[in-house]
């Protein structure tokens, strides 16, 4: 069994300012780790994945996560925020099957 | 075309009123999966296709009912429903079932009077 741990519920973030979203995942296999972001009244839309390679992983808009094995982490950050950043993100797990296991979710508030 | 379209993007509906969510995409993706989210809350599966079969129902009463007619369509038809299931109705698709991305329509909104 897989569950996700998002660290932090809400992040009130300056524009311009560096924001970190907290993700740690337990699971007793080899996971495939994603973000998502949905904006207000909006779908999912992926942000970035770890498959396999490279634990730095870059993805849209800036965003980039580093995987870390060993403290079960996939943590989110962007150098510089936008206020259009203002959205809840999601982090996701999915072992090698169908389905995929979705963290609480953090509400990013990024005011001027 | 990397779309996933909803349609409508908002329904209200009475408590014995039949109704049908619809979902399209044409990327070739041959798993669909239905997913509900409440405010606030992260997505709930409910249904996978895989190649235009029903292969996971993750306990979903029998007042939703899925649909696969073809590769690039999914319904997900409403009867009966209570004003708890309220909710976005999300739909998604990937190339395969399995540990791949999935791509997110915008979702419907979903009221029960």
């Known amino acids: 069994a897989q569950s996700v741990t998002q660290l932090d519920s809400q992040v009130p973030v300056f524009e311009e300012a560096p924001v970190e979203l907290r993700c740690n995942y337990s699971?007793?296999?080899?996971?495939?780790l994603f973000w998502y972001v949905q904006y207000p009244n909006q779908g999912l839309q992926l942000l970035l994945k770890?498959?396999?390679?490279?634990?730095l992983v870059k993805g849209i808009n800036g965003f980039e996560a580093e995987f870390n094995k060993s403290q079960t982490s996939f943590h989110l950050r962007k150098p510089s925020v936008h206020i259009s950043d203002t959205a809840e993100y999601f982090c996701?797990?999915?072992?090698?099957?169908?389905?995929?296991?979705f963290g609480a979710g953090t509400t990013v508030t990024v005011r001027a | 075309d990397t779309e996933v379209t909803q349609t409508p993007k908002h329904l209200v509906m009475g408590m014995t009123n039949k109704k049908s969510l619809k979902c399209e995409q044409h990327?070739?993706?041959?798993?669909m999966y239905w997913y509900k989210q409440k405010a606030k809350k992260p997505p709930e599966l409910m249904f996978v296709?895989?190649?235009?079969?029903?292969?996971i129902n993750e306990s979903v009463p029998s007042r939703f009912s899925p649909e696969c007619p073809n590769s690039s369509l999914l319904n997900l038809h409403l009867h009966a429903l209570q004003p708890e299931d309220s909710a976005l109705y999300l739909c998604?698709?990937?190339?395969?079932?399995?540990?791949?991305?999935?791509?997110f329509g915008q979702g419907t909104r979903l009221t029960v009077v």
């Open positions: 998604a698709s990937s190339q395969v079932m399995g540990p791949t991305e999935a791509f």
């Open positions: 699971s007793s296999v080899s996971v495939y």
């Open positions: 770890y498959l396999s390679g490279s634990t």
């Open positions: 996701a797990v999915s072992p090698n099957d169908y389905k995929l296991s």
């Open positions: 990327m070739g993706h041959r798993a």
């Open positions: 296709y895989s190649y235009e079969k029903l292969s």
